[in-house]
């Protein structure tokens, strides 16, 4: 059991964030949330967290990717790896080859909405720094 | 949702484009070459029949002037391409006034009033009311009625010399005749104008209509497709979230839940796995167009086929499948709509697996042609029978034996693959026995990349 980890989730979809950290708390980790980008970039500053999960739509259908490249472009959180959440692929317009355009897209994962509890437990464990 | 409505052409409410009108114009050039030769050959007939009645070499300069004329409007219509429709119509407008005024010199120079192809005046006021509108038409209608009018009285009057046509009657010199013929040519004209432009306005009318709807249909097919994307996810979204709810249930209380439930929680997170499906095929499905509007881009095929069998290796394996591939030892580039070709793809490999039995493979393949490049996947599955093979492409068919088989599918992954082909511009085929196995063939062109395929380095 890993106690010392602590993963942000920040979505706006209650219920999902819920389901997430039941998954990963079961998992010894401490999960905290942010339901908006912006809070979420506090929090993240503040915290410091481990890793953190984000969605892509929130209040606007890039949110996310405003956040993301937020958290890369700040000293204080550009070394903290990041999973992507998005409901449709596509949903913007453009379709996001993982492959490809993770060099325009400043995160380590990019993840299809649903997740099965199995694989975002195996990819958290992946992308989380190992421990100083 | 911002919608971009498309700009409003100013020359909307004209029946002709710059380029169709410069086609028009060509082809009056051409008729004004027949009008040329025309008066020659009258003009030189004419003095051969009764020598000494025209004025021989006063027309033959009037047509050598409109010979000269046309030469400069043929070269102008070679050297300036049609691209604003106003040019255009202003250029009509000067070559009529020019056609007017050297009709009324050769009419002048061959009998005046007694010269029946005084018609020819009628000719251009009809041409300009299919061309302009109702102001401009009566400015050319009025205009020939100035000449004409002014010729007859000129010559009624001694002011302009008056040449005998043939065998025109001493009747022709009378006031009542020249205001008859006069009076009636008025008429006429004013009338062609009247009717030709009233009627031009009404066509106007309806083509405007007809833009104005054209344009409404296409800012509410934009706005279906925005509402379609918002309604996808919208119900994806809460779906999702159920489906993850319920599969986090089932794994965190693997070992404390009872069988029976466990089996429900199952078959809830298989209905709604099904739901996921149908929303993303929809999505798909309904979005073609708005796929091919990303700008095509350089794929690698290779790279594109073996990540998409990659995601379905999981699936493949659950069923006892095995997925082999035969891919070009070249780099197959190609400039194409990535995102279109996946979901081909994926949507053939994904019924491949489905549909076979366990212990079966499905073989990927793709070659490369200079024209096109052929993709095929090959499954030793359930096949079709014949009567279902022009079906298994529509909208929601089913084949009884996939239904009995999976209840998984959608309905719409050959539609998706048969809409998204042909919209590459490509074909898809089928060949497939019940109990032995199904082969898709799509054969998709390579427009756009005109760069023979790269050695590997």
Known sequence: METDRTILVIDDDIDLVEVIRMTLENEGYRVIDAQTGERGLATAKREQPDLILLDVMMGTVDEGFQVAYELRGDEATREIPILMLTAVTDQTGFDFDPGKDQEYLPVNEFLEKPVSPRKLIDLVRKHLPAKA | ?457
């Open chain 2, 1 to 457: 949702m911002a919608h971009r409505s498309p700009p409003a052409p100013d020359d909307a409410s004209h029946f002709v484009s710059a380029a169709s009108l410069r086609r028009r114009l060509e082809w009056f050039d051409r008729l004004r070459w027949v009008a040329v030769v025309c008066v020659v050959v009258a003009t030189l007939v004419a003095d051969g029949v009764l020598p000494g009645s025209l004025p021989v070499g006063r027309l033959l300069a009037a047509a050598a002037v409109l010979a000269v004329l046309n030469a400069v409007y043929t070269v102008r219509n070679l050297r300036v391409p049609p691209t604003d429709l106003r040019v255009e119509l202003r250029h009509v407008k000067l070559q009529m006034v020019g056609d007017l005024f050297l009709l009324t010199v050769m009419l002048n120079f061959s009998g005046g009033i007694e010269n029946p192809l005084l018609f020819m005046y009628l000719i251009h006021v009809i041409i300009a009311s299919l061309l302009f509108k109702g102001r401009e038409v009566f400015q050319i209608a009025w205009l020939a009625i100035f000449l004409l009018t002014a010729d007859v009285a000129g010559e009624h009057l001694g002011l302009l010399a008056h040449h005998h046509l043939l065998s025109a009657s001493p009747a022709t010199h009378q006031l009542p005749f020249i205001l008859l013929t006069l009076g009636s040519f008025w008429l006429v004209l004013l009338f062609a104008a009247y009717i030709g432009s009233s009627i031009m306005k009404h066509n106007r009318a309806i083509k405007d209509e007809l833009v104005q709807r054209q344009r409404e249909l296409v800012v509410a097919d934009r706005a279906k497709l925005d509402f379609f994307r918002f309604v996808t996810h919208e119900i994806k979204s809460p779906v999702a979230t159920a489906q993850s709810a319920v599969q986090a249930a089932l794994e965190l209380g693997e070992d404390d839940l009872p069988d029976q439930v466990k089996d429900l929680l199952g078959r809830a997170v298989g209905r709604l796995n099904l739901a996921i499906e149908m929303v993303k095929d929809l999505a798909d499905f309904t979005r073609g167009g708005d796929l091919k509007r990303v700008e095509p881009a350089e794929i690698d095929l290779n790279v594109l086929i073996a990540r998409i069998v990659d995601g379905q290796l999981d699936e493949a394996a659950r069923r006892n499948v095995t997925i082999n591939m035969s891919l070009p030892s070249i780099q197959p580039h190609v400039v194409g709509h990535a995102g279109m070709l996946e979901k081909i793809v994926r949507n053939l490999v994904s019924n491949a697996v489905r549909y076979s039995e366990p212990g079966g493979r499905v073989d990927v393949g793709l070659d490369l042609a200079p024209r096109e490049y052929v993709l095929k996947v090959a499954d030793q599955g359930i096949g079709i029978a014949p009567e279902d093979q022009e079906k298994i492409f529509d909208e929601f068919y089913r084949t009884r034996l996939a239904q009995d088989m999976s209840n998984l599918g959608t309905g719409l992954g050959l539609a998706i693959v048969r809409k998204f082909t042909e919209e590459l511009g490509g074909t898809v085929t089928l060949e497939s026995e019940p109990g032995r196995g199904s082969t898709f063939t799509v054969t998709i062109p390579r427009t756009g990349d005109t760069n023979p395929p790269r050695e590997e380095p």
